[in-house]
């Protein structure tokens, strides 16, 4: 690790170098990569100093009590080594953590699917609550909502709803949800007041704006309909809603959020690239399943993960035992203690991986 750790900082000090020199500032594509590069490389580097000094810290008050007679100086020096150590231990944590591969869509934004599963009406229902708490999510963290489609029900339930958010980071938070919702709720409608269990089905991927996947258009099947839901008069005057059939994978997008119906084909055909990357890669990556498993952002959209308990106010996540009494307010988007438990879990099984 710790040659590891030198050739970083060597790299770290030729970016320094680099920032500084009047050639690369005036290339200003040149310069972003550079800035990006050490950035990423700055909290390593950072750590690693914090270790170097206090190795070389426990190294002088070691070889100190050698030399010393004085009792109390020796008990001084003997609770500054094990404070030290104990801080190094931490920092060696922190270093494996860094020093973790990154995952490369985490900057990016994420088209995110939610559709009603078991449980009917009420499990459209639930739809809408989850699509509005990643909305209020979105909107805390500064990130912008773009809805791509929408299927709503008579009783103001979602029956399916796809959509973008756009900003730096999202992918990172948002990938650990993935997965079956599942909700247990006296519905609205039920008179004898029983406790209804209904499910949600959401599937998270990164956005692939220029990813080299082999798309034939000869091989996508475009419709064209009218647009549904608000938008005034030109709602339902206008064939400018699209809808993409890939014809090989039978994969569908559809897309009703512009008023164009070029600008909506542009935006499916970006959608559909992106599911078509991820498919393609799903079905080339032979470990993909196993590894799936044995992380906590697994994007099974098959995996029963989280418990919404509305009788007693209870949210738990199933793959790290996680839970909380403050549903309400987690629904209204205050879930990032949550995503930072599953992020921290999600790392600690990564490195067990990597020490096994």
Same mark, same amino acid.
């Given at each position: 690790?710790?040659? $590891? +750790?030198?050739?970083?900082?060597?790299?770290? !000090? #030729? &970016?320094?170098?680099?920032?500084? =020199?009047? *050639?690369? %500032?005036?290339?200003?594509?040149?310069?972003?990569?550079?800035?990006?590069?050490?950035?990423?490389?700055?909290?390593?580097?950072?750590?690693?100093?914090?270790?170097? $000094? +206090?190795?070389?810290?426990?190294?002088?008050? !070691? #070889? &100190?009590?050698?030399?010393?007679? =004085?009792? *109390?100086? %020796?008990?001084?020096?003997?609770?500054?080594?094990?404070?030290?150590?104990?801080?190094?231990?931490?920092?060696?944590?922190?270093?494996?953590?860094?020093?973790?591969? $990154?995952?490369?869509?985490?900057?990016?934004?994420?088209?995110?699917?939610?559709?009603?599963?078991?449980?009917? *009406?009420?499990?459209?229902?639930?739809?809408?609550?989850?699509?509005?708490?990643?909305?209020?999510?979105?909107?805390?963290?500064?990130?912008?909502?773009?809805?791509?489609?929408?299927?709503?029900?008579?009783?103001?339930?979602?029956?399916?709803?796809?959509?973008?958010?756009?900003?730096?980071?999202?992918?990172?938070?948002?990938?650990?949800?993935?997965?079956?919702?599942?909700?247990?709720?006296?519905?609205?409608?039920?008179?004898?007041?029983?406790?209804?269990?209904?499910?949600?089905?959401?599937?998270?991927?990164?956005?692939?704006?220029?990813?080299?996947?082999?798309?034939?258009?000869?091989?996508?099947?475009?419709?064209?309909?009218?647009?549904?839901?608000?938008?005034?008069?030109?709602?339902?005057?206008?064939?400018?809603?699209?809808?993409?059939?890939?014809?090989?994978?039978?994969?569908?997008?559809?897309?009703?959020?512009?008023?164009?119906?070029?600008?909506?084909?542009?935006?499916?055909?970006?959608?559909?690239?992106?599911?078509?990357?991820?498919?393609?890669?799903?079905?080339?990556?032979?470990?993909?399943?196993?590894?799936?498993?044995?992380?906590?952002?697994?994007?099974?959209?098959?995996?029963?993960?989280?418990?919404?308990?509305?009788?007693?106010?209870?949210?738990?996540?199933?793959?790290?035992?996680?839970?909380?009494?403050?549903?309400?307010?987690?629904?209204?988007?205050?879930?990032?203690?949550?995503?930072?438990?599953?992020?921290?879990?999600?790392?600690?099984?990564?490195?067990?991986?990597?020490?096994?």
């Amino acid at each position: 690790m710790l040659e $590891k +750790l030198k050739t970083i900082k060597d790299k770290f !000090e #030729e &970016l320094s170098k680099a920032l500084v =020199d009047p *050639e690369i %500032i005036s290339d200003i594509n040149r310069y972003t990569k550079i800035a990006k590069e050490y950035s990423t490389l700055e909290p390593i580097c950072q750590a690693y100093d914090k270790y170097h $000094k +206090l190795t070389n810290d426990i190294k002088s008050a !070691e #070889e &100190l009590l050698q030399i010393e007679t =004085d009792s *109390e100086m %020796i008990e001084m020096l003997q609770e500054e080594i094990k404070e030290n150590k104990s801080t190094l231990n931490s920092i060696e944590d922190e270093i494996k953590i860094l020093l973790l591969p $990154k995952d490369a869509n985490d900057d990016k934004n994420v088209i995110m699917e939610i559709r009603s599963g078991a449980g009917g *009406e009420e499990s459209s229902l639930f739809c809408g609550v989850l699509f509005r708490m990643y909305c209020m999510y979105a909107e805390k963290m500064r990130w912008k909502v773009e809805v791509l489609d929408m299927n709503e029900t008579e009783l103001n339930g979602i029956k399916e709803v796809s959509f973008m958010v756009k900003g730096l980071g999202a992918f990172s938070k948002l990938k650990y949800e993935s997965g079956v919702h599942r909700v247990q709720r006296v519905p609205e409608t039920e008179s004898s007041g029983r406790i209804h269990t209904s499910t949600s089905t959401v599937a998270v991927l990164p956005e692939h704006e220029d990813v080299d996947v082999e798309l034939n258009e000869k091989d996508v099947k475009i419709d064209t309909y009218r647009s549904s839901g608000a938008g005034g008069q030109h709602v339902n005057t206008t064939d400018s809603a699209i809808r993409l059939t890939h014809i090989p994978t039978g994969m569908v997008v559809c897309c009703q959020d512009e008023r164009s119906q070029t600008k909506n084909k542009e935006k499916a055909f970006r959608v559909l690239k992106s599911k078509l990357y991820d498919y393609y890669q799903m079905q080339k990556d032979s470990e993909y399943a196993e590894n799936r498993k044995n992380q906590v952002g697994t994007g099974d959209r098959s995996e029963r993960i989280r418990t919404y308990n509305y009788p007693q106010g209870r949210l738990t996540d199933h793959r790290i035992n996680y839970t909380e009494y403050s549903l309400t307010s987690f629904l209204d988007g205050n879930i990032d203690n949550l995503i930072e438990s599953l992020r921290i879990a999600d790392q600690k099984a990564k490195l067990e991986k990597l020490d096994a």
